[in-house]
């Protein structure tokens, strides 16, 4: 029995992040986690990079992407029409596809969430031929949300929008979030949350999301 996880373990080693049957097999859950920013700087994407540090030590098997590698043009329906869905809409649909649980840190833009969060979800809904699972990329996963701004709500407005977005295409939100405020404040130069009471959160919220995936997909 042993030696058959080790050979399982050496074998999912060697295929990387992409032995999805592997993971399933060794009962690891696959979280996908990023911001809704693209900027270089973003406090979302530290924030997000702590939460899955948290999935991590519950065994969860975390992907973090950042969604500047997704370069999606703004959502046109002629344009789909014409060339189907880009490239980069095709790539983050599969990623989302093959987890189980989403880690996101979504800024808040003027009181809502990022055009470039909504355009991504807005492409990854849609179906690319006719047989294929509407939302399937959506349905039935679970996510947890963080939210980080220089503002004195930590960009929570936003997160009341996302929740309700993604609840309305299958999401199973958790009850809990984080929205760190004063951003600009928050971190030190090695990316880390400087007050270690909240670091300790934003580590137990991502360890909460793997911790639910284990008790729901085993
Ligand atoms: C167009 C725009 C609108 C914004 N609106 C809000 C807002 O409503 N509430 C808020 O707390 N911050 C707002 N901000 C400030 C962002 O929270 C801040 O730029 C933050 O650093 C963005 O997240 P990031 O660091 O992950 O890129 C806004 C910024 C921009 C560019």
Known sequence: MQLICITKLLAFRKEGCHGSVLRHELGMSKILAFAGSTRSASYNKLLVRIAAEGARAAQADVEVIDLRDFPLPLYDGDLEEKEGLPDAAKKLKARLLEAQGLLISAPEYNSSITGVLKNAIDWASRTETEDEKTLACFQGKAAALLSASPGGF???????????????????????????SSAHEAFDSAGQLKNERKRDQVLALGRGLAEFLIKHHG
């Open 154 to 180: 930590g960009g929570m407005r936003g997160l009341v929008h996302l929740r309700s977005i993604l609840g309305s295409i299958g999401v199973i939100v958790l009850p809990d979030q984080i929205s760190i």
